[in-house]
């Protein structure tokens, strides 16, 4: 998995590592993904500097490649990372929860067992159809968690077995989606009320150091940690930016990424991830209460954060630029009936982040950042509001009101941006 090697670069003292995979992409994809010694993802323009030298090579022939001097670890790096994911855990917790596990055809089923064997975790009911490594991804379109369809077999399964959540991996291993029971079905979190929950775990047990998040997540982290009187950052897309903030304690961004443990992984990992989540299934299984119970709790807190996306999948990127250079040429004023009151074209900066390809509106009371995404043919835009609760009383007004918005802001942005 992805996050051994983040883990194993700084264990051996490595100078770089790299990572050919797929991700939660098709399976004609290879990403080349390359850490340097620290344990963190290059930023640019390494990236560029790199992928002029593979555009360089004409033939593999042409590269020379040694007969001899490969040396292949033994298990005694999977042990330390295994060692480490321990620790992430509070001592004398409760680890009560009942999973049920998909690998989505990836890598992560032995390192997660492995893990949850060790902190003394219930063996998860795996899906048996996704549970072993197979590259062609047989029974699923998009091997990501957040596509339509993905967890199928999944909440099959969990009807079976009746679990306290529902935990998956993308192929390799470094994301962590979770899912929980709502009025007898079972709904996906998503990353960002995920992000939410570890947050306050996290603060809960006591953590000190800075909270951060990419600019495409939800600002009830910001909240969270100014609540903490913890350090809170936002930085671009990405844990190559993520991991760089100084004095890191906990990231995440809302594409099922969490880094709960930045000083044995600096990168997203979605086994730690998976152990920390289900060791709050567990405190609040219990107290009698659920993942659901806490994310109301932090609504009333702080209001109810509510985010959405709207996704368009390409076959020709000329769609996605078009897009971009109509909201540019001709950018809207409001949405959903709600003034733009700031309107920033990211590829100029801003006074906290470096250039990057993207559009953020800040309305009264929501926000939209509409981006090219960085590993697939997508234009995303990323939609939040917030609405403000008194009491639990006020929620299911305060989500239906919340959904209204979105719905709109989506229909508008829809327009507006020719998609």
């Not at 109810?304 to 809207?332: F, G, N």
């Not at 100029?348 to 981006?371: F, H, K, M, N, S």
Request: aromatic share 6%.
């Amino acid at each position: 998995p992805t996050p051994v090697l983040a883990y194993a670069i700084r264990h051996l003292g490595a100078a770089a590592g790299v990572e050919v995979t797929a991700s939660h992409n098709p399976p004609r994809d290879n990403g080349y993904k390359v850490y340097l010694g620290d344990g963190s993802q290059i930023v640019p323009p390494a990236d560029a500097d790199i992928a002029a030298e593979i555009d360089a090579v004409r033939s593999l022939n042409d590269v020379p490649r040694p007969d001899s001097g490969w040396e292949t670890l033994d298990d005694s790096v999977l042990d330390a990372y295994l060692a480490r994911t321990d620790e992430v855990l509070a001592a004398g917790s409760p680890r009560t929860a009942r999973t049920v596990y998909t690998a989505m055809h990836g890598v992560g089923k032995d390192v997660l067992l492995a893990a949850f064997e060790r902190a003394g975790f219930p063996a998860p009911a795996l899906v048996a159809e996704q549970a072993d490594p197979d590259p062609d991804f047989p029974t699923v379109a998009f091997p990501n968690p957040e596509e339509p369809g993905a967890m199928d077999l999944a909440f099959a399964k969990a009807r079976e077995t009746d679990p306290d959540l529902v935990i998956a991996n993308d192929p390799d291993a470094d994301r962590c989606a979770v899912a929980v029971r709502e009025n007898d079905e079972w709904r996906m979190l998503r990353g960002d009320e995920v992000g939410a929950l570890l947050a306050a775990h996290l603060v809960n047990r006591g953590a000190r150091g800075t909270f951060a998040e990419s600019i495409v997540s939800s600002s009830l982290l910001g909240r969270i940690a100014e609540k903490a009187g913890l350090p809170y950052e936002e930085t671009l897309t990405g844990f190559k930016w993520i991991a760089r903030v100084d004095g890191l304690r906990y990231g995440y961004e809302e594409a099922l990424g969490y880094c709960v443990d930045p000083e044995g992984v600096r990168d997203k990992d979605g086994i730690t991830a998976a152990l920390l989540i289900t060791e709050l299934a567990s405190a609040l299984k219990e107290e009698g209460r659920t993942l659901l119970d806490l994310l109301d709790d932090l609504a009333v807190e702080h209001g109810l954060h509510a985010t959405d996306q709207l996704s368009v999948r390409v076959e020709d990127l000329s769609v996605i630029a078009d897009a971009m250079r109509r909201l540019r040429e001709q950018p809207p004023t409001e949405l959903a009936g709600l003034a733009i009151t700031r309107a920033e074209d990211l590829t100029r900066g801003t006074e906290t982040l470096p250039p990057t390809d993207g559009l953020r509106y800040t309305l009264e009371g929501a926000r939209v950042i509409v981006r090219p995404s960085g590993t697939e043919p997508k234009l995303k835009c990323y939609l939040e509001v917030v609405v403000p609760v008194a009491t639990h009383a006020d929620l299911p007004a305060a989500r239906a009101e919340a959904a209204g918005l979105l719905a709109t802001i989506k229909r508008d942005l829809s327009t507006a941006a020719g998609i």
